[in-house]
Nanobody
Framework: QVQLVESGGGLVQAGGSLRLSCAAS????????MGWFRQAPGKEREFATA????????YYADSVKGRFTISRDNAKNTVYLQMNSLKPEDTAVYYC?????????????????WGQGTQVTVSS
């Protein structure tokens, strides 16, 4: 079992920045790929970004590429999401998830464990 707890969400004006954190406990964090997904009201959960177990491979949705940066610190069992140049359409609940294969994936069905989510609201 892996427990994931997100933090860092909040209200920010358009153009601003936020940094989300996801702290993991339980099974060895370094063996899991990690991803961030988001879900806006009335919409399906969608992929935002992912990172492989070593941090050497990262993946981004086109909608966040160039603005968001995912990183991880395996010594601290934590994955981060730096979000810059935020837009109102980035408003959503952001979830971190652990991918059982360790590679990072754009497919939410490959993620075995999920956090409870943190709300990000971007005002115009």
């Amino acid at each position: 079992q892996v427990q994931l707890v997100e933090s860092g969400g909040g209200l920010v004006q358009a153009g601003g920045s936020l940094r989300l954190s996801c702290a993991a406990s339980g099974r060895p964090f370094s063996s899991y790929g990690m991803g961030w997904f988001r879900q806006a009201p009335g919409k399906e959960r969608e992929f935002a970004t992912a990172i492989g177990w070593s941090g050497s491979r990262t993946y981004y949705a086109d909608s966040v590429k160039g603005r968001f940066t995912i990183s991880r610190d395996n010594a601290k069992n934590t994955v981060y999401l730096q979000m810059n140049s935020l837009k109102p359409e980035d408003t959503a609940v952001y979830y971190c998830a652990a991918d059982r294969y360790g590679l990072g994936s754009t497919d939410l069905y490959e993620y075995e464990y999920w956090g409870q989510g943190t709300q990000v609201t971007v005002s115009s």
